[in-house]
């Protein structure tokens, strides 16, 4: 990242604490990383604006570093009859299974973007990030007016350029290994499935903005080899998942302490959108689906209650565990250990 930009965020250590809607990102987390001098982000994308506000007030209770909030841009969507029919009949058994009534559409399949946007506009985060999608120009000059700094997410070459174009202060390079959902928006999603090192490379030398790393750094090691491909910093997702800061579920986090190399893999059958997460027996049996299944957020909605469901009573083979390639590495130590952990390994890595 630019100086300008670490110093605007009072970097210690080049680390973005990732965004993780779902639980994991709390104000706790997001403080301990901005004390161990990186910057911790706020997931906002789940949250309704009132919900936004509170967590956001909750971050400046804890720290008076710099932190970001993040967003997905989507609008509301309008599924079609005939896909959603063949959705909720493929749920059925899943719902039989868990003693849950049968599956049926929401009243409503997301969060009001707009109403997000507002409530971020109003809060001035130093960083805002978004994924999913792109902004249109006017929203991106009223961040600008708000003095956010504004990262876009990009998984090819393309978005990284249109991002820059619009005028945005950092692209966040999401490779392949990276947990959670991807971000792309221009293409064919499994088109956009390049390994993060390569990625980054490419952004670093078509981008005229820095390029944030993110997929499978879980070491300062690996920040280092990122670093060597251009990027000015890195966002870590899965390396933070297993602090007992990361409020995700007690099945979600026992999942990750027995996750071995190769544990992980791609699917759209949970949300309609493609992720990484841990395998498992609802992810194998909907494979032959997931291509059917109706766009993000429509199935992430209808799977919901199954989901919650399934964590309540502990049934990981029918939860959404997103995590990184990386995840066998992921540690459980306290935000602010791993970030000292982190800092050490970075600096031996130069030497
Ligand atoms: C559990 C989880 C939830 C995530 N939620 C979000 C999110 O809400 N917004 C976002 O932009 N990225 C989200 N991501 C993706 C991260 O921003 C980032 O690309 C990814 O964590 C990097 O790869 P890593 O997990 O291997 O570190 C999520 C990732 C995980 C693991």
Same mark, same amino acid.
């Given at each position: 990242?630019?100086? $300008? ?9 080049? +680390? ?23 910057? #911790? ?28 909030? @993040? ?42 973007? #707009? ?10 985060? $130093? ?28 998984? @090819? ?34 088109? %956009? /499935?390049?390994?993060?090192? %390569?990625? +980054? ?9 820095? +390029?944030?790393? $993110?997929?499978?750094?879980? %070491? ?59 395998? @498992? ?11 059917? /299944? ?5 199935? @992430?909605?209808?799977? #919901? ?5 399934? %964590? ?17 590495? $992921? ?21």
């Amino acid at each position: 990242m630019s100086s $300008a930009l670490w110093q605007r965020l009072q970097l210690k250590l080049p +680390v973005i604490q990732a965004p993780m809607a779902g639980g994991a990102t709390t104000p706790q987390l997001v403080a301990a990383v901005s004390a161990g001098g990186g910057v #911790g982000f706020l997931a906002g994308a789940m949250l309704a604006p009132e919900q936004i506000r509170q967590e956001a007030a909750k971050i400046r209770g804890l720290t008076d570093r710099p932190f970001g909030i @993040n967003l997905f841009i989507q609008e509301p969507p309008a599924p079609d009859d005939a896909e959603l029919e063949l959705a909720l009949r493929l749920l059925a058994p899943w719902h039989i299974e868990l003693g849950l009534p049968p599956p049926a559409a929401p009243e409503r399949y997301c969060q009001p973007f #707009g109403q997000q946007f507002e409530a971020l506009l109003e809060l001035r985060p $130093a960083l805002a990030s978004f994924t999913f999608d792109i902004l249109d120009g006017k929203q991106m000059q009223a961040l600008k007016q708000a003095g956010i700094l504004v990262v876009g997410t990009a998984t @090819n070459l393309a978005e990284g350029l249109a991002w820059a174009r619009l005028g945005a202060d950092a692209v966040c390079a999401q490779g392949r290994e990276a947990g959670g959902h991807r971000g792309t928006f221009i293409g064919p999603q499994e088109q %956009s /499935l390049r390994p993060m090192l %390569s990625l +980054v490379y490419e952004l670093a030398q078509n981008l005229p903005v820095p +390029v944030i790393a $993110a997929g499978g750094i879980m %070491s300062g090691k690996d920040i280092a080899g990122a670093m060597r491909h251009g990027a000015q910093a890195c966002q870590l997702g899965t390396a933070f998942l297993r602090c007992p800061e990361s409020a995700i579920s007690q099945p979600w986090k026992y999942g990750l302490a027995a996750a071995k190399a190769g544990a992980t893999r791609l699917t759209r059958a949970f949300s309609g959108r493609m992720a990484r997460g841990l395998d @498992n027996r609802y992810m194998e049996e909907m494979a032959q689906w997931q291509d059917q /299944l109706p766009a993000y957020p429509v199935t @992430n909605a209808l799977t #919901g209650p199954m989901r919650a469901a399934a %964590s309540k009573v502990g049934r990981s083979d029918m939860m959404s565990l997103w995590a990184g390639e990386g995840v066998a590495q $992921a540690r459980e130590l306290p935000a602010a250990e791993l970030m000292g952990q982190l800092l050490l390994e970075w600096q031996a890595a130069y030497r």
